[in-house]
């Protein structure tokens, strides 16, 4: 998880949950992001 950029494991959380994919797997990243202490709601997905 280390590799990923910010941005990169926002998008990812955010695409898990749109394509509801497995819940241990959004569950991981939901805890990487509050590892790296981001906050989801001031992001903008420019993708």
Partial sequence: MDQLS???LLDAY???HK???DPEFILLLGAEIKRR???PENYRNTA
């Fill in 19 to 21: 394509f509801e994919l």
């Fill in 14 to 16: 955010d695409a898990a």
């Fill in 6 to 8: 910010d941005d990169l």
């Fill in 37 to 39: 202490q981001l906050k």
